[in-house]
């Protein structure tokens, strides 16, 4: 119990939370809303679709230590390439990874750059839907955005729910981006320090193991909770093909 009261009066356990439900606010409706729009995008039936999607599928093979150390390199102040394309057209780029408020921002980027996995997911998805819904909605004389919202976004649900479950664990459990970015010191100003980075320097730097598993037992019980939540609402908004 004294490691639980300790928590509540520790500074940077509060600080991690914060930084990591503020990546999980962002990043996984970002990744929903640019998964489902690149799925849609790749599952137009045109020549050479094959080729895209590996490019879109390519960065999720990339390991995340070489991921950070790529990024680092393009969002760089001086000499990145982000920064620097910014300049061409007038715009001076911020600071990105050295400064507190572009801090998490710049890791939400990087995150999406792998999404390729819920992308093949989300295309499974839509090769699922059968075509006579796309018919019978031509038939009665539904355009393209009729048709996704009232067709395809509602099938693709199901698909949209296990996506939202398993990107919100994930997202709680943010670790080697941030680690390998900051060499484990959640610069600037603590703003990269993560619940899982926090937990891992108190229970194997620290060798407050106590302290740690009293950490691993509240995100257990928050990532259960969220996930009943989640599983609970699902019964307004997924819709099961035959139901």
Same mark, same amino acid.
């Given at each position: ?10 500074? @940077? ?26 799925? &849609?995008? @790749? ?65 939400? @980027? ?39 919202? /009232? ?16 990107? &919100? ?38 060798? /407050? ?35």
């Amino acid at each position: 119990m004294n490691n639980y009261r300790d928590l509540f009066h520790d500074p @940077l356990f509060w600080k991690s939370i914060y930084n990591t439900i503020y990546f999980t606010i962002f990043f996984v409706p970002l990744s929903i809303f640019f998964g489902v729009a690149l799925a &849609m995008m @790749l599952n137009m039936k045109v020549k050479g679709m094959a080729i895209f999607r590996t490019i879109f599928f390519l960065p999720t093979l990339v390991p995340q230590v070489a991921l950070a150390v790529l990024w680092m390199w393009l969002l760089h102040p001086n000499f990145g390439l982000v920064n620097g394309l910014l300049a061409n057209i007038g715009i001076d780029g911020p600071s990105w990874l050295g400064g507190e408020s572009w801090s998490k921002p710049s890791l939400i @980027l990087m995150s999406l750059w792998g999404i390729g996995q819920a992308v093949v997911i989300y295309l499974a998805g839509l090769g699922d839907i059968p075509d006579e819904y796309y018919e019978a909605a031509q038939i009665d004389g539904a355009n393209w955005f009729q048709k996704t919202r /009232k067709v395809t976004l509602p099938l693709l649900t199901p698909v949209i729910f296990y996506n939202l479950v398993m990107g &919100m664990i994930g997202a709680f459990q943010q670790f080697t981006l941030p680690y390998t970015l900051t060499k484990g010191q959640g610069t600037p100003a603590n703003s990269m320090t993560f619940y899982v980075m926090y937990l891992y320097e108190n229970g194997f730097r620290y060798f /407050k193991m106590g302290y740690a598993s009293a950490m691993a037992w509240i995100l257990f019980i928050i990532v259960m909770a969220l996930t009943g939540i989640i599983f609970i609402t699902s019964k307004r908004w997924v819709h099961y093909q035959g139901k």
